[in-house]
């Protein structure tokens, strides 16, 4: 669950979810929006991969610049996005996404419920209620 301030994950079947960090992540030195910051990678090549999220990255604002891959509830930079959630499979799941079934369910803005699968497919609904839920099995 990618939310604007928090990030739940976990497993199917758990109760609670194993990790809540906050949705935030460095930006590499590479990005856009990165400002003048320490290259702390040792090998030529690699900055795109000197990053880190959650609380990591709260924590080392003073050697990078800070990003927020998601504002008021939507995918605001999908760049980082997609490392963030490469950071939380890897480092924080320990799997690799390809070797599990994912789901990522959003909110979209109103009542509209998406869910997006690994495949790229998606299934939208509003709901008979127009509480944008439907039970998946």
Known sequence: DNG???TKMGWAGNKKPQFVISTAIT???THPSAGVQRNTSNVKGLEDLD???GDEALKANKTHTVGYPIRHGQIDDWQLMESYWHDSFYKYLRCDPEDHHVLI???LIGYQLMVICVDGTTDECAGESGT???DYV
Do not use: E, N, W
């Open 27 to 29: 930006l590499p030195p």
């Open 51 to 53: 990053f880190v999220i």
């Open 132 to 134: 944008g839920r439907r």
């Open 4 to 6: 604007t301030g928090y």
């Open 105 to 107: 369910v959003t909110c």
